[in-house]
């Protein structure tokens, strides 16, 4: 699940408490999620090294790690998450899916949880990753100029599948798909050719605004408010946030497991 606003948290959350530190040992329990390099290798680069700087792109957190070239290439997958936490102390209880875990001199640890196994880690620079380098722009660095063109090339897709192509925009999966398209009223199943040009500016509108807030949000609240989709995703009764009269509808789009509500997005 982590998306662009979900990345630039842990990016914030690495460099808060892993950069300069320096590295002692590397434990791996899956080997495999190590993708360009052999984990005696990955471990010899980067063991007696610390962590120089961090950056995001797209869905992808880099780390610059001192004295080399090479990166620290972190996907998170669905359900990839990061722990800082005193070396060898379970705290939460998806610790227990921890699959690498860097150790520092300080008695502390970086664990990169990754429940379902579909994260991936790489030891390269950003551009040998093909993902990387065929990613779209970042959307908030976009104009509104640039979004519209863009749109324009790709008239004969469905707006949600656009959205969550990384090769058009960067950064964007399932969960601010829904959360963008519920907030733009415009609905998922709807083919770019088909929006006025009104909808295609608020489009552009809440693409920036949903990510910069919920940026902010899982920063300092942890929790999106009531008035967004978000919170309704999970629940029995989906109730649109909009007006308790609407129900929302559960439907797969593109691939994914979309979530909008029929009577508010036309
Ligand atoms: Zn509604």
Redesign the pocket.
């Known amino acids: 699940m982590p998306e662009l606003p979900d990345v630039e948290f842990f990016k914030e959350y690495f460099k808060d408490n892993s950069l300069h530190k320096k590295i002692i040992n590397i434990e791996c329990e899956d080997k495999t999620l190590i993708k360009n390099v052999d984990f005696r290798d990955f471990k010899k680069s980067l063991i007696r090294k610390s962590f120089r700087d961090a950056w995001r792109i797209g869905k992808f957190l880099i780390a610059e790690i001192k004295g080399i070239s090479e990166n620290l290439i972190i996907h998170f997958g669905m359900t990839g998450s990061l722990h800082y936490v005193k070396q060898g102390e379970e705290r939460k209880r998806r610790d227990r899916f921890t699959r690498l875990c860097f150790r520092f001199a300080n008695g502390y640890e970086l664990r990169w949880i990754n429940i379902r196994r579909l994260g991936k880690i790489y030891l390269t620079k950003p551009q040998n990753i093909k993902l990387i380098e065929e990613m779209g722009p970042e959307p908030l660095q976009l104009s509104q100029q640039e979004f519209l063109r863009l749109l324009t090339n790709h008239e004969l897709k469905n707006i949600k599948a656009f959205l969550m192509d990384q090769r058009n925009i960067a950064g964007i999966g399932n969960v601010y798909s829904d959360e963008i398209l519920f907030q733009a009223r415009i609905n998922p199943h709807r083919k770019i050719e088909d929006l006025t040009q009104r909808q295609k500016k608020i489009l552009f509108q809440k693409i920036y605004q949903v990510l910069t807030e919920a940026t902010k949000i899982l920063t300092f609240y942890r929790a999106f408010p009531k008035s967004w989709l978000e919170p309704h995703r999970h629940t029995n009764d989906l109730i ?1 946030p ?2 308790k009269n ?1 129900k929302l509808k559960r439907e797969t789009i593109a691939g994914r497991s979309a979530i909008f ?1 029929p ?2 997005q036309t």
Do not use: K
């Open positions: 649109c909009r007006n609407h509500c009577l508010c």
